[in-house]
């Protein structure tokens, strides 16, 4: 049979490594860096929308300062002239295009000035909802986004006007209709970002209230975990798709004032473009020093060629007995066959470690880490050899499948822990606790008479009915005793004389513990001579 030459299977070995630790180095790279890119941008979202929303309730306070002023002026002994308020919402008006529309009502909503003029609302009585509800608070509001009678969305921002003695006599107000140019849009709408990224603004009812595509302006959002955590009053930042199925990378914050959620996003794929050209730079930037290692590893070949042969020949017989005196007797001569033929003596020792390991998860439960029936069997008969005399405890829980009914199997499990541990408790090192199926658990007493074992027993039930089982209300145990040789000669059939003990415990109404009535000792005795 042909082999392949241990120089070239060395260069081979090595040159795949290489390739793997490269390929390994760029992905963790791409990945470092991609993290990277994407965390700054969640950043970058999260502090920009905190500071928009900041901007928002600096904005709506100014113009409730700006309301407070004109409520102010309008307030005082004389009544003022048609002129006198017509002047006055005109200026509110226009001094900065805040509003886009002023109103000055009386107490009973009627409008005695508006502008811009041609609202045509002069001498109305308005019933908006922001309107109603100013006039029935009496106190500075700034109402939640509601459709007008128009068809505008709008918010209505309101402060109450009194007289000299505290008397309402009506209010000052100013709308800002959110699908139209105005100081709120302006504030919203100018930033600076070239790489996709939008904002948008919603209320407590996930009601869009602001998006740059100004016909989804009103519409409701669902299933959006941003929207879901601004409103829940969070500050922080998400990767998450869209309404329209695009990733993006999302911080959010709340307008505290106005109970808003204002969100910035920016696409995935804007944010991570320039991370491909940079992996090229990276990857460009490695082939010479990949090429420079592959020709030493080729020249190192021929040199440590002989030692790791004799290596590479005992490999495929690690599993001998004498596999480890073999690779000792390896003359390994420089430092890096001798590191290769100290790996493969750990090795050895580590897969010696592991089977012993193999072998002790064989023997033993998964869910209770109680001994299973395999490892009872082999205990059994090592005990069988050297005449040890035991007691053993056949124990089942009452009732099992009502928890698991009433509580369901992850409940029925805890359970089972929660009885395999307090048996731990409850026993000795050198006693024998095993899981042997479902409910049903036994306990070897080695060295332990019938009376200490039923002592076991009753100590064992009654801690278990007195103690709060994970159900949160205790269970109970019923459990059969038999000892051997008192009443069997045979390990088998002790054991199943305990199983017996067990049933007639069931059958007298269970929570008990019942002894063996059979005693092989006195029948199985011979006849006398």
């Known amino acids: 049979m042909f ?16 390739l793997l630790t490269m390929g390994y180095t760029l992905y963790g790279a791409y990945w470092a860096e991609r993290t990277l890119l994407m965390d700054q941008a969640l950043e970058k979202n999260r502090a920009y929308a905190l500071k928009l929303a900041s901007s928002t309730d600096a904005f709506i306070a100014n113009l409730q300062q700006q309301l407070r002023y004109s409520a102010s002026l309008l307030s ?40 811009p003029y041609n609202l045509g609302l002069l001498g109305t009585v308005l019933q908006g909802e ?24 709008l918010i209505f921002l309101s402060y109450p ?21 105005n100081s709120l849009n302006t504030l919203l709408g100018e930033h600076f970002h ?57 911080g959010f914050a709340p307008s505290k004032d106005v109970q808003w959620g204002l969100v910035v996003q920016s696409p995935t794929d804007s944010v991570l473009k320039e991370l491909s050209g940079l992996m090229g730079k990276v990857l460009r930037n490695s082939i010479p020093f990949f090429i420079a290692v592959q020709i030493l590893i080729w020249m190192l070949a021929m040199l440590i060629a002989k030692p790791l042969r004799q290596l590479a020949r005992l490999a495929p017989h690690l599993d ?19 590191q290769i033929k100290l790996a493969m003596l750990l090795g050895l020792k580590r897969v010696n470690r592991k089977m012993g390991v193999m072998d002790i998860e064989r023997n033993t439960d998964p869910l209770t880490s109680l001994t299973n029936r395999r490892g009872m069997n082999v205990m059994l008969q ?38 395999a541990d307090t048996m731990r408790a409850c026993t000795r090192d050198t006693d024998l606790v095993c899981r042997v199926g479902g409910e049903e658990f036994s306990i070897f007493l080695p060295d332990q008479d019938i009376d200490q074992a039923v002592q076991l027993a009753e100590r064992l039930r009654i801690l278990i009915s007195k103690t709060n089982s994970p159900t949160g209300s205790p269970i109970t145990i019923s459990i059969g005793v038999a000892n051997w040789p008192i009443h069997a000669r ?40």
């Open 3 to 18: 082999f392949v030459d241990l120089r070239r299977l060395i260069l081979l070995l090595a040159t795949a490594s290489s």
């Open 76 to 115: 005082g002994p004389i009544p003022r002239t048609e002129q006198q308020l017509n002047a006055e919402v005109n200026r509110l008006h226009e001094q900065n295009n805040s509003f886009n529309s002023v109103l000055i009502l009386d107490a009973k909503g009627q409008v005695l000035a508006n502008a």
């Open 130 to 153: 922001g309107t109603r509800h100013a006039l029935n608070s009496k106190i500075p509001l700034v109402s939640s986004p509601y459709m007008s009678a128009t068809g505008r969305l």
């Open 161 to 181: 006007i009194l007289d000299v003695d505290g008397n309402y006599q009506g209010l000052v107000g100013g709308t800002i209709y959110l699908h139209e140019p």
């Open 194 to 250: 070239r790489d996709g990224s939008y904002i948008y603004v919603v209320d407590k009812n996930k009601r869009l209230l602001y998006h740059q595509d100004t016909s989804r302006i009103g519409e409701i959002i669902s299933d959006n975990p941003a929207i879901d955590a601004v409103n829940q009053g969070r500050i922080d930042a998400l990767a998450l798709e869209n309404s329209q199925g695009t990733d993006m990378l999302t």
């Open 320 to 338: 001998t007995d004498e596999a480890g005196s073999r690779i000792g007797q390896v003359h390994a001569w420089y430092f890096e066959s001798r």
């Open 382 to 419: 090592q005990w069988k050899d050297t005449d040890i005399p035991f007691s053993v405890l056949a124990v089942d829980i009452d009732h099992f499948k009502r928890v698991n009914d009433t509580y369901g199997h992850d409940v029925g499990d805890l359970v089972l822990c929660f009885l």
């Open 490 to 529: 045979e390990h088998s059939t002790v054991l199943k004389l305990a199983d017996e003990a067990l049933y007639t415990a069931k059958r007298n109404g269970r929570n008990r513990v019942e002894i063996s009535s059979q005693n092989d000792q006195v029948r199985e005795m011979p006849p006398p001579l």
